[in-house]
């Protein structure tokens, strides 16, 4: 019986790396090229938005990565550094309870309203 030690791993790495360099690639290649026809037929800001999905497709430091990040630079007249989200992605604290208003309680209390009943 032969010993089938670590070919699922062996799997899994081949399959990650297909992922990573091909897969990904081709990804990128079909926005690229989307964000071309989009441009020539008078639509900017699609095509920016491909560019940059493209972009962030790419392998990191690469020229295609540079010339897609380029070109959506190029559309939206905006640093590269300002195509994310824009603040934090946590939620803003907000307390259940309001806050403390001496005005609204003494308002509030019972006593204020005795003289009207």
């Given amino acids: 019986m032969k010993s089938r030690n670590g070919k699922n791993q062996r799997t899994a790495v081949i399959g990650a790396w297909w992922s990573a360099n091909v897969v990904l690639s081709a990804s990128a290649f079909h926005y690229a090229c989307a964000a071309q026809r989009d441009e020539r037929n008078g639509f900017p800001y ?12 790419f392998p990191s430091k690469t020229r295609a990565a540079e010339y897609s990040w380029r070109k959506w630079e190029r559309i939206m007249l905006l640093p590269r550094r300002l195509a994310g989200p824009v603040g934090n992605s946590q939620q803003a604290y907000c307390p259940l309870a309001p806050a403390s208003r001496p005005a609204m309680t003494k308002a ?6 005795a003289g009207a009943a």
């Fill in 46 to 57: 699609t095509a920016a938005m491909e560019w940059r999905k493209a972009a962030e497709l």
């Fill in 108 to 113: 509030l209390n019972k006593d204020s309203f």
